[in-house]
């Protein structure tokens, strides 16, 4: 429930329920397919404190929640009825590009078990720093246990992606995951390992000689295989009778789809998967500090749109082939290069609300999620959002020059340095990887620190969040996170023909109050729907917040303070349950009034566009001459 108010939100503004064909999340990102785009209102849900960009990208709709978009897509699946039994769909004539629809096949594929991969090859790091300081060796039961737990999701992958490939494909999901798990039979394994070979020659089907290969943590044979099965049970539910599908449907896939998979569709794609990891590696090796330098600069832009889905089949194929990989080592430094950029707002900055979000930003993009500080910090700067690209460069370059490799799958996150020492022990490589990631940091933080924050006006705010408004006199924040409309627009004419004072409105997104300015409270009514302010500069301010919701008698309203109480900018002073004040049937359109409005020469909306975050200018005001 408690993120049932942001998921009803989401829902909402992506064109309701019957909008919603399919939907997937990642580390931070809800990833919608849509029937109509157009439904879909973007600012309103960028206004939405709760989100923190929205993304379209790849044929997705994306939305970008951060670290706990697990929870909010579960309330979503459940406000759109979304299920594990439900398959994701296509659009019908939907035009998609061959980049767009393989960028969304490997992410729906691979977004499922994407943190469990990275916690898997954490574990693999930890273990290999064990053994390299003598903590434990490979013949303890402990080492055994924990490796069996680092291992098996890379030994297991064939069955893992039949699942997961299934879903996407539109089949049953389970005779593709029995067809990934037949790829790693007992039996076909104790044939390979008998002969000493990863690949054994020499065995028939129907008399067709046929190529056994060990497939354990391979990638492309079962996603191919998965389409041919898929296939296959799409037409046979077409022409078997309803009585016998049940059986005779998965009967044809597994009898047709394993022997082909053996026969053609592995060889195959063992081949591409070479062909793919040799061609990568021929093009690294010609320049590996450039190949770094490059990835390093680029990465985070491909993030954004979600271009980056496409390198890690490739990242996963080296594993297979080589055991190790170049890549991640590299995307490392692009990973620090925001991190630091965020770093050098959270040092530079006066401004209470911008530390505090570059704080956050800083500490979860060290552990591999970036995506709070390009959004919610970086990017709408520009500058640091560059810094941070130019620095990745620079670190993934030197990473590059010292050829590091990874020996575990894994987010790009601190971590990733345990998982850079080779079986021989630490040598020069990791140390490549620690100075590639140290340059990155240091190098973007005080880039940022210089010349990426904006000059600050005298309480603290950057001048590039005050939207360019010019006024004569100071200005008054928001206290509420919302859609601004005009004071006129409030069905009640006390307040929309101005008989209190002057102002505007907004139509909350949430449900909390935050202090606009220092001062203290003036007056707080019983029934807690409205607060009265008064400023240290002596502006009065009234909060009334829902049209009529006196007759509440405080239901549904929480007051933080109490009259006379002193406050200062963004202290919360009063919350309120949104969805119930609406269910009850009232209007929570909130007007925020200046009283002593005859005060002043001007009271002006400085909000440029239509939504607004609490703790931005709201309110301009100007002195009498």
Not at 50 to 70: A, D, N, P, R
Not at 118 to 138: F, N, P
Not at 155 to 183: D, E, H, Q, R, V
Not at 193 to 203: C, D, I, R
């Amino acid at each position: 429930m408690k993120y049932h108010e942001l998921a009803t939100e989401i829902v909402n503004n992506v064109g309701g329920r019957g909008n919603v064909v399919s939907l997937v999340h990642c580390s931070t990102r809800l990833r919608f397919k849509l029937k109509d785009k157009s439904k879909a209102d973007a600012e309103v849900l960028k206004s939405n404190p709760g989100v923190i960009m929205v993304v379209e990208s790849g044929g997705q709709f994306q939305v970008v929640i951060g670290s706990h978009v697990s929870d909010v897509y579960q309330a979503v699946c459940e406000i759109v009825g979304i299920n594990d039994d439900k398959p994701l769909a296509e659009i019908p004539g939907e035009k998609v590009t061959l980049l767009s629809r393989l960028i969304d096949i490997v992410s729906a594929i691979f977004t499922p078990f994407i943190g469990l991969m990275a916690a898997s090859g954490i574990l693999k790091g930890l273990l290999a720093l064990s053994l390299v300081c003598g903590w434990l060796t490979e013949k303890d039961g402990t080492y055994k246990i924990w490796f069996a737990a680092s291992d098996s999701l890379f030994y297991f992958l064939p069955l893992i992606i039949g699942y997961t490939a299934g879903k996407k494909f539109g089949g049953n999901p389970f005779i593709t995951m029995a067809i990934g798990g037949s790829l790693l039979h007992p039996v076909i394994m104790q044939s390979l390992q008998s002969a000493g070979n990863l690949v054994l020659v020499g065995e028939h089907f129907l008399g067709i000689p046929v190529i056994l290969i060990n497939y354990s943590s391979s990638v492309i044979p079962i996603i191919l295989a998965s389409w041919a099965s898929s296939w296959i049970e799409r037409q046979s539910n077409k022409i078997i009778p309803a009585t016998v599908k049940s059986f005779i449907t998965p009967l044809l896939c597994l009898a047709i789809t394993v022997p082909l998979a053996f026969m053609l569709i592995g060889p195959a794609a063992t081949w591409l998967s070479k062909m793919l990891a040799y061609g990568y590696q021929a093009v690294y090796s010609v320049a590996p500090w450039l190949a770094g330098g490059l990835i390093g600069s680029i990465w985070q832009v491909s993030v954004i749109f979600g271009l980056h889905w496409g390198l890690v089949p490739l990242i996963i194929n080296n594993f297979t082939v080589f055991g190790h990989d170049s890549m991640i080592p590299m995307i490392l430094p692009a990973v620090m290069g925001q991190v630091g950029a965020s770093l050098g707002i959270f040092l530079k900055t006066r401004d209470i609300r911008l530390k505090m979000l570059a704080g956050s930003a800083t500490t979860v993009g060290f552990f591999g999620i970036t995506e709070p500080a390009i959004y919610g910090v970086n990017l709408p700067y520009r500058r640091p959002f560059l810094f941070g690209c130019i620095a990745g460069g620079a670190g993934g370059a030197v990473v590059g020059f010292f050829n590091t490799q990874v020996y575990s799958f894994g987010l790009a996150n601190l971590f990733t340095l345990i998982q850079t020492i080779p079986p021989s022990g630490i040598d020069s490589t990791v140390w490549g990887a620690a100075l590639g990631l140290a340059i990155s940091l240091v190098l973007a933080c005080v880039m940022t620190f210089i010349a990426g924050v904006p000059a600050e006006d005298k309480k603290g705010k950057p001048a590039s969040m005050n939207n360019d408004v010019k006024y004569d006199g100071y200005s008054i924040l928001s206290p509420l996170s919302g859609a601004v409309v005009s004071l006129s627009d409030v069905p009640d004419n006390t307040f929309s023909g101005g008989l209190l004072g002057q102002g505007v409105a907004i139509i909350p997104l949430d449900g909390r109050v935050i202090a606009p300015f220092d001062g203290e409270v003036s007056s707080l009514f019983p029934s807690r729907h409205a607060i009265g302010l008064l400023s240290n500069d002596g502006t009065e301010l009234l909060i009334h917040i829902g049209i009529d919701t006196v007759k509440l008698d405080g239901h549904y309203f929480t007051t933080h303070v109490k009259t006379g109480d002193r406050i200062h900018s963004g202290d919360v002073l009063l919350e309120f349950d949104r969805q119930k004040i609406i269910d009850s049937g009232y209007d929570i359109i909130t007007p925020i009034i200046i009283s002593n409005s005859d005060d002043y020469s001007s009271v002006e909306n400085i909000v440029k566009g239509k939504s607004i975050h609490a703790g931005e200018p709201l309110l301009g005001l100007s002195h009498k001459p």
